[in-house]
């Protein structure tokens, strides 16, 4: 649910008589186009970060894919045929920089009369799903739901909803729904009596509500291993069991944290035995607290962030959402968001991973690209990426870069191929279909759209979405950033600019994008990875670091310490690949778009720089 304008709004299953859903045999494994030897291997779960079979930190960055699921016009899957999702694959890579999706499910569809999967509808999906695996993107799917479900709402609503079928809602004979004075469609979770008492039984397992989605889910997934080949399913990373879960009411003395404790912590212990049991026993539940947690409106933060559970560890990941309530509001923050704006807030999501025993990734964040509030766009969705590369705002962390924290995985919302181009009967009411934004709620937060001859184009400034970031670092990353320098307009958005005290640095840089990575280097042989924008043609990037300098980096091997190729998948895309040779050594690199040419003495005064501010800070 990314338009938060409204909140302004292990158990053991029961497996005698569980009928699997019967998969064809996996084809023969295929290599992904561009591989090479590192590339590819299973992630999991070590000392707060994800990990490759390589021991290498990996950060995984992209999308959602795609609030069409929440939609009926192709039967809630999130493209019309595989050839759609396999140019917007294409597109994600190449125009978006991302590595991985967050690939949205719908229960509805997977079980639309009880007790029975639609395996048609789980076919489609893994073909998909296949096609993102294909251009070499890490999946993790999500079975979602928006205010319970579409059908407890009327065909004149105002508003819709998504996830439970038919059936589960014909069971709770509900009330009419209705959300009073709601100017948002989020209020209705709080607000509309159906959906709050749908959620409760939910949450309750009335009608045996909870016990068919997790059944049906464990066919979901045993139907997705048994149909994907073992090296497309080594690229699903795990599973997020439930969208933005809430309690609907509590409980008489039941408090949000009691909530997560006694009823959403036991629900993610038996979706990870279902997990166990469809084969996926390897890969992590990315579970999320309630939605409210880290809300940014203190009337409507509720405690919790599973803070009961006790260490998480390397079966599940905490998985968080974040968006700004008060800039959505129009009303909490009048101005746009500036450096740092959002540095306590994803500070909080560290911590809080942290202190559970695993890492964290922050799967939807995103602001409205149309409606009164759009126009704060390009500065809070550069202050949240800011916040996923650093814990500190610009101005402090050229002074303190050892207090930048773990670079943070993240997911924006959304990536919908047909973004103003759809044809949804709202509630199933012919005379309200829905063509412009999202065709959901009013909401419209695509990151793209696509012309009339059906090519993908990004509707936000490249230098924003296609970004450089550690996509796989061969060791402990120490510190991370990246200066964007993103437009506002015809402004740009400078918020972490070389400091004068490095001149010869700065010249290099000039008016150009920089990332800077320091890490301790590990035992592997592998290298590690930043993924290279399309505004750094390797011919014109610059690389700065104690591996070497380099003006147009050479084409990477093995004994290459700089060098550049491209990224799995066959898209064009390209990456940076440094190699060391050592253990526990301190590295820096830094690589930048800003220089034209430069010279021998140029690039080893930046280094000499570099080297000595590595030293003081480190």
């Known amino acids: ?98 590595n991985s999706v967050r690939f949205l499910l719908s229960w509805a569809h997977a079980e639309p ?79 509309n009596g159906a959906v709050t008492a749908a ?20 066919k979901t997934m045993t139907y997705i291993r048994q149909n994907l080949n073992t090296e497309e399913f080594t ?24 909530w997560e404790q006694n009823l959403l912590w036991p629900f993610y212990q038996k979706f990870r035995a279902r997990m166990d049991a469809a084969g996926w026993q390897d890969k992590p539940a990315f579970v999320e607290p309630n939605l ?51 540095s306590t807030n994803f500070g909080t999501i560290r911590d809080r991973a942290s202190a559970a025993g695993t890492t964290a990734i922050v799967s939807e964040f995103g602001h409205p690209l149309s409606g009164s509030v759009s126009g704060k766009a390009p500065t809070v969705d550069k202050a949240m990426y800011q916040a996923l590369d650093s814990r500190l705002p610009g101005s402090s962390w050229w002074s303190s870069p050892s207090s930048s924290g773990p670079v ?14 759809h044809n949804e009967l709202m509630n199933d009411n012919p005379d309200k279909v829905l063509t412009s934004g999202d065709a959901w709620n009013d909401e419209d937060l695509s990151a793209v759209d696509m012309t009339d001859s059906g090519t993908v184009t990004l509707r936000q400034d490249a230098r924003l979405l296609d970004r450089v970031y550690p996509s796989a670092t061969a060791g402990t990353t120490l510190a991370f950033t990246y200066e964007d320098r993103s437009r506002d307009g015809s402004t740009t958005l400078t918020w972490n600019p070389v400091p004068s005290s490095l001149p010869n640095v700065s010249t290099l840089v000039g008016s ?52 550049a190729t491209t990224e799995p998948g066959g898209t064009g895309s390209r990456r940076l690949l440094l190699t060391d040779s050592d253990s526990g050594v301190l590295h820096y690199a830094l690589v930048t778009n800003g220089a ?17 501010w590595a030293a003081a800070r480190f």
């Not at 105002?158 to 209705?178: F, H, I, K, M, R």
């Not at 009411?249 to 949000?256: E, H, I, L, R, V």
């Open 1 to 98: 649910m990314p338009n938060i304008r409204a909140r302004l709004l292990v158990v053991l299953v029961v497996l005698s008589g569980f009928l699997t859903v019967v998969g064809a045999s996996p084809a023969s494994a295929a290599t992904v186009p561009d591989s090479l030897s590192f590339d590819g291997t299973a992630l999991t779960v070590s000392n707060g970060r994800f990990v490759d079979g390589n021991g290498r930190e990996v950060v995984l960055r992209g999308y959602n894919v795609s609030g069409e699921t929440k939609l009926e016009e192709n039967s809630g899957l999130p493209f019309a045929s595989v050839a759609d999702a396999k140019k917007s694959a294409t597109a994600l890579r190449a125009l978006g920089g991302g």
């Open 113 to 191: 009369t009880q007790g029975q999967v639609d395996s048609a509808y789980l076919a489609a999906v893994t073909d998909q799903i296949r096609a993102f695996l294909d251009a070499g993107i890490r999946v993790y799917p999500d079975f979602h739901q928006d205010l319970y479900s579409r059908y407890l709402f009327n065909s004149g609503s105002w508003y819709t909803g998504d996830g439970a079928p038919e059936w589960a809602v014909e069971l709770g004979d509900y009330p009419q729904e209705s959300c009073g004075i709601c100017l948002f469609w989020g209020q209705n979770i709080t607000q």
């Open 199 to 218: 959620q409760y039984d939910f949450w309750h397992n009335a009608y045996g509500l909870q016990d068919a989605f997790l059944a049906t889910a464990q």
């Open 235 to 258: 690229g699903i990373v795990g599973f997020d069991p439930y969208n933005e879960p809430y309690a609907g009411t509590y409980d008489s003395g039941q408090t949000s944290r009691t």
């Open 292 to 342: 409210f947690w880290n809300a940014n409106i203190d009337s409507q933060k509720q405690e919790g962030g599973l803070l009961d559970a006790g260490t998480l560890g390397s079966r599940y990941v905490f998985n968080t959402h974040f968006y700004d309530q008060k800039a959505i509001s129009g009303i909490l923050m009048w101005g746009n968001a500036s450096d740092g704006q959002y």
């Open 408 to 421: 943070l995985s993240g997911n924006q919302w959304q990536w919908d191929i047909y973004n103003g181009r």
């Open 512 to 563: 150009g994008q920089y990332g800077l990575l320091v890490w301790k280097s590990g035992s592997g042989s592998a290298p590690t990875e930043l993924h290279l924008p399309a505004s750094f043609p390797t011919a014109t990037t610059t690389v700065v670091s104690d591996l070497g300098t380099v003006y147009g980096p050479p084409a990477y091997t093995s004994s290459t310490p700089v060098g």
């Open 596 to 612: 034209t040419s430069p010279s021998a003495s140029l690039l080893s005064a930046a280094k000499s720089e570099l080297a000595a």
